[in-house]
């Protein structure tokens, strides 16, 4: 069992920044890739972003490319989302999820692919 934690939400003006992190308990963090997605109101959770276990490979969705970047520090089991030039589309409560993988090299960007979930929280792009 891993236990995710999400932190680092909040409002934030458009043109900003907000860092994400997503903390790990439980089993060990090795071989899980992490994920990142979000909701918005009256949409579907989307994939954002995600990174194998040992920083290898991670792949973003379009829309964040070149503004977000993921990261993790595996002796801290901590994934960041780093956010940069936030827009009012990127409003969402933000996800952790993670998912085992023996090879340490597969990912996803389907929600059923992830065992683990976070509790989400919530960023606020005001425009």
């Known amino acids: 069992q891993v236990q995710l934690a999400e932190s680092g939400g909040g409002l934030v003006q458009a043109g900003g920044s907000l860092r994400l992190s997503c903390a790990a308990s439980?089993?060990?963090?090795?071989?899980?890739?992490v994920g990142w997605f979000r909701q918005a109101p009256g949409k579907e959770r989307e994939f954002v972003a995600a990174?194998?276990?040992?920083?290898?490979?991670?792949y973003y969705v379009d829309s964040v490319k070149g503004r977000f970047t993921i990261s993790r520090d595996n002796a801290k089991n901590t994934v960041y989302l780093q956010m940069n030039s936030l827009k009012p589309e990127d409003t969402a409560d933000y996800y952790c999820?993670?998912?085992?993988?023996?090879?340490?090299?597969?990912?996803?960007?389907?929600?059923?692919?992830?065992?683990?979930w976070g509790q989400g929280t919530q960023v606020t792009v005001s425009s």
């Open positions: 439980g089993r060990t963090f090795s071989y899980y890739t």
């Open positions: 999820a993670a998912l085992y993988s023996n090879s340490g090299r597969y990912y996803s960007t389907e929600r059923a692919q992830y065992r683990y």
């Open positions: 990174i194998t276990w040992n920083s290898d490979s991670t």
